[in-house]
């Protein structure tokens, strides 16, 4: 099966997937300081090596990764090498993608996350990601609908379609690479054991653990227990989790 990708994509291609509301996947990644021995795009390589496993057993589309965003300063500072976008920027800035999207006719979006969603938590980039959505899709609702469209009797359904794909509050979804059940069953952290393995499960060039001691970090330590073993096992269960989560 042909991997489909928007960017290398004609119009037939596109109509095709509005068409048939074929899956659009976004990697939300990052460009951030992972410790010596593990490389800046480690939390868009994830991201972006799991969904095209995905491509491989799902039909899907996939679009280009957004790679810079809002990373923080907290594992580096600004000398670091991370590319932090402030916060405000961002949300502007993925607004207008997804709107675009929407406008398009896309109505089957999906953001791809793995950078700080520990338990699923909503940290900054997440929230964004989640504000930008909602702004995009309240503001195409009142455009090609009207005001007062959730109040009038044409929507008198709302409440029978929240789960369908009518509903327009599905039309983009974010989610993690790992939900809370695979990464307690797994495990989760920074540059350590667990992201190092699944990343040299993926991209094995990207993990070079002869380095771990140029830079001495407490985060970076239980790397030295990452293998492509407990890898394979991560990438397994986080696409079990996203065939079933990406509908």
């Known amino acids: 099966m042909k ?10 291609e596109v109509e095709y997937v509005k068409k048939n509301n074929i899956p659009l996947v976004i990697a939300g990644g990052t460009v951030e300081y992972h410790g010596p021995q593990c490389s800046y795009g480690c939390d868009s ?34 000398k670091s090498g991370t590319v ?16 675009s999207l929407l406008n398009a006719g896309f ?6 996350i793995h950078h700080q969603f520990e338990q699923e938590s909503e940290m900054p980039m ?14 195409y609702l009142e455009k090609t609908m009207g005001q007062g469209w959730w109040g009038s009797e044409n929507y ?6 929240l789960e369908g794909a009518n509903n327009p509050f599905n039309w983009i979804q974010v989610i993690p690479t790992m939900s809370t ?27 070079d653990l002869s380095r771990i001691d140029d830079i001495k970090h407490w985060f970076t330590q239980s790397s030295r227990k990452a293998n492509v073993k407990l890898g394979n096992e991560m990438v397994k269960k ?4 996203l065939k079933d989560r990406i509908k």
Not at 84 to 99: M, T
Not at 107 to 112: A, E, L, P, T
Not at 126 to 139: D, F, I, P, S
């Open 238 to 241: 986080s696409l079990e989790y």
């Open 45 to 78: 390589l994830v991201a972006e090596g799991l969904i095209e496993k995905l491509a491989e057993e799902k039909e899907i589309m996939i679009a280009p990764t957004i790679h810079y965003s809002p990373s923080s300063y907290a594992v580096g500072d600004e």
């Open 107 to 112: 109505r089957n979006i999906y953001v791809v």
């Open 126 to 139: 997440t929230l964004c990601y989640r504000m930008a959505a909602k702004r995009a899709t309240m503001e």
């Open 181 to 207: 059940a695979v990464q307690n069953a797994t495990g989760y952290d920074h540059a350590g054991e667990f992201e190092c393995s699944i990343l040299m499960a993926l991209y094995p060039d990207c993990v």
């Open 3 to 12: 991997t489909l990708r928007l960017e290398r994509s004609f119009p037939r």
């Open 156 to 161: 008198s359904n709302y409440y029978e379609q």
């Open 84 to 99: 932090h976008v402030e916060e405000r920027a961002f949300e502007n800035y993925v607004y207008y993608v997804f709107k």
